[in-house]
């Protein structure tokens, strides 16, 4: 296996652009962004895309010390204190805050407009729940052992990580970050719902906007939303999709971000394409029936969220990898592993503010293909409307909205279609695909802010 390399600065050959411009760690032009080709040869071999959604990690929090990436084992508060990451495992019984303020607060900005020009030096002024028992003085300066990541690691080094991945949302929100991971934004909201997280509740519902000038105390709506979604699209298009989430409460609701699109959750999709629990993804598979664009939302215990007191995590993901790397659609599918949203974690790299709503802060994301790149750390700018571009491009969908249309697609970067496919080698976990299939069910939503 090839040692994990940067992506060479090819720039002239795949977008034309001006050496001055080209920096070598990715084909990054000045403003961080990429110059994509419009068309991808090759990108027809994919047949399906499956995003896998992870809770609350960011990047330095979850590959500390990964060879070729850019990450950082120690932060400054907001004194200049220099602090050391602490090693912290995945299981613990308490939360770090992750919304708005926390956002602000930890990049602690300079520039005219609420959360810009970061520091990243506010993080010791975050709030944390674990009071006397927090396993070092500065909890979200930590990060979780190899020992406890090694599946995740161990993708990373066979195919694609990327370590300029952003959350296009800045709010630290999953209520927000799941609106944009179908539907490219989300309704100028931020935080969370008072409520349920879509259409299943009442007009009581709600959930506060973001103006442009990031005042987060906007006209509070409800969080159904009459917006185009991917879904709506791929449904137009005649392309199938299914959206394997877990039901949550005692009533029965689901955790899934189409509860918040009217026309999905009045409509038939909401029976059809709406799927729960998310193990049946494994039958789906196993089956023949994998649709064209899958997403994948785990339960709490399997989120890597802090406070749902579980390290299965990984090897949740790694057996939703091994499903597919095991089936006939090893050699037609691309799988996006992502994580929502930082959760409160350090990150040293600072966004840049491309709208009222973006960005937020680094998070992992590791990219799974036959035609993947081997070992490769990609420093190309992506964010949630990346992997939302992949998917129209490949299907010349239309653009949904302001991330997907400023986003790079990884199809240049990350894939080499004109290699052969490569053959799949089983993902090693802790816990296998049976211990998923039986375990009990988990009605906590893995996220609440």
């Given at each position: 296996?090839?040692?994990?390399?940067?992506?060479?600065?090819?720039?002239?050959?795949?977008?034309?652009?001006?050496?001055?411009?080209?920096?070598?760690?990715?084909?990054?032009?000045?403003?961080?962004?990429?110059?994509?080709?419009?068309?991808?040869?090759?990108?027809?071999?994919?047949?399906?895309?499956?995003?896998?959604?992870?809770?609350?990690?960011?990047?330095?929090?979850?590959?500390?010390?990964?060879?070729?990436?850019?990450?950082?084992?120690?932060?400054?508060?907001?004194?200049?204190?220099?602090?050391?990451?602490?090693?912290?495992?995945?299981?613990?019984?308490?939360?770090?805050?992750?919304?708005?303020?926390?956002?602000?607060?930890?990049?602690?900005?300079?520039?005219?407009?609420?959360?810009?020009?970061?520091?990243?030096?506010?993080?010791?002024?975050?709030?944390?729940?674990?009071?006397?028992?927090?396993?070092?003085?500065?909890?979200?300066?930590?990060?979780?052992?190899?020992?406890?990541?090694?599946?995740?690691?161990?993708?990373?080094?066979?195919?694609?990580?990327?370590?300029?991945?952003?959350?296009?949302?800045?709010?630290?929100?999953?209520?927000?970050?799941?609106?944009?991971?179908?539907?490219?934004?989300?309704?100028?909201?931020?935080?969370?719902?008072?409520?349920?997280?879509?259409?299943?509740?009442?007009?009581?519902?709600?959930?506060?906007?973001?103006?442009?000038?990031?005042?987060?105390?906007?006209?509070?709506?409800?969080?159904?939303?009459?917006?185009?979604?991917?879904?709506?699209?791929?449904?137009?298009?005649?392309?199938?999709?299914?959206?394997?989430?877990?039901?949550?409460?005692?009533?029965?609701?689901?955790?899934?971000?189409?509860?918040?699109?009217?026309?999905?959750?009045?409509?038939?999709?909401?029976?059809?394409?709406?799927?729960?629990?998310?193990?049946?993804?494994?039958?789906?598979?196993?089956?023949?029936?994998?649709?064209?664009?899958?997403?994948?939302?785990?339960?709490?215990?399997?989120?890597?969220?802090?406070?749902?007191?579980?390290?299965?995590?990984?090897?949740?993901?790694?057996?939703?990898?091994?499903?597919?790397?095991?089936?006939?659609?090893?050699?037609?599918?691309?799988?996006?592993?992502?994580?929502?949203?930082?959760?409160?974690?350090?990150?040293?790299?600072?966004?840049e503010m491309v709208d009222?709503?973006?960005?937020?802060?680094?998070?992992p994301m590791i990219i799974?293909?036959?035609?993947?790149?081997?070992?490769?750390?990609?420093h190309v700018h992506y964010?949630?409307?990346?992997?939302?571009?992949?998917?129209?491009?490949?299907?010349?969908?239309?653009?949904?909205?302001?991330?997907?249309?400023?986003?790079?697609?990884?199809?240049?970067?990350?894939?080499?279609?004109?290699?052969?496919?490569?053959?799949?080698?089983?993902?090693?976990?802790?816990?296998?695909?049976?211990?998923?299939?039986?375990?009990?069910?988990?009605?906590?939503?893995?996220?609440?802010?």
């Open positions: 296996m090839n040692k994990p390399a940067t992506i060479l600065a090819l720039a002239s050959l795949l977008a034309g652009c001006s050496a001055d411009r080209v920096s070598q760690n990715g084909l990054s032009l000045g403003n961080g962004h990429v110059a994509a080709p419009q068309t991808v040869a090759g990108l027809d071999k994919i047949k399906h895309v499956v995003i896998v959604i992870q809770e609350n990690r960011s990047f330095d929090n979850l590959f500390d010390g990964f060879p070729g990436a850019d990450t950082q084992s120690y932060g400054y508060n907001e004194k200049g204190e220099k602090i050391a990451l602490q090693p912290v495992g995945l299981a613990t019984t308490w939360d770090i805050q992750h919304d708005s303020d926390s956002f602000f607060e930890a990049c602690d900005g300079t520039g005219s407009y609420p959360g810009t020009d970061c520091k990243m030096d506010g993080f010791d002024q975050e709030l944390y729940t674990c009071g006397t028992t927090c396993p070092n003085a500065n909890p979200p300066y930590s990060y979780v052992p190899k020992s406890e990541t090694k599946p995740y690691w161990t993708m990373a080094e066979q195919y694609v990580l990327a370590d300029e991945m952003f959350a296009s949302n800045f709010d630290v929100s999953s209520f927000v970050s799941h609106q944009y991971i179908i539907a490219a934004q989300a309704m100028h909201t931020v935080n969370y719902p008072t409520g349920g997280w879509g259409c299943e509740g009442g007009a009581g519902d709600k959930i506060s906007t973001v103006t442009a000038e990031r005042n987060v105390h906007g006209t509070p709506v409800r969080p159904c939303f009459s917006d185009t979604t991917l879904g709506a699209e791929l449904d137009n298009a005649g392309l199938s999709w299914k959206y394997y989430t877990s039901k949550i409460g005692t009533s029965g609701g689901l955790w899934t971000a189409y509860e918040a699109n009217a026309a999905v959750y009045n409509g038939p999709d909401w029976n059809k394409n709406v799927i729960t629990p998310q193990t049946q993804f494994f039958t789906d598979v196993s089956d023949g029936d994998l649709p064209a664009v899958s997403w994948i939302t785990p339960t709490c215990a399997n989120s890597d969220h802090a406070g749902c007191e579980s390290d299965t995590g990984p090897s949740w993901v790694a057996s939703l990898v091994n499903a597919i790397g095991e089936s006939k659609y090893w050699d037609s599918t691309a799988i996006f592993i992502f994580w929502d949203d930082p959760g409160g974690w350090f990150d040293h790299v600072a966004p009222y709503d973006g960005l937020g802060f680094r998070v799974v293909s036959a035609y993947a790149r081997e070992g490769v750390v990609s964010e949630h409307g990346s992997i939302l571009k992949f998917i129209e491009t490949r299907w010349s969908l239309p653009t949904l909205s302001a991330s997907d249309g400023r986003a790079t697609s990884p199809a240049p970067y990350a894939f080499n279609f004109e290699q052969s496919p490569r053959t799949f080698t089983a993902i090693a976990a802790k816990y296998s695909k049976e211990y998923f299939l039986k375990q009990p069910p988990d009605l906590r939503p893995p996220d609440t802010e």
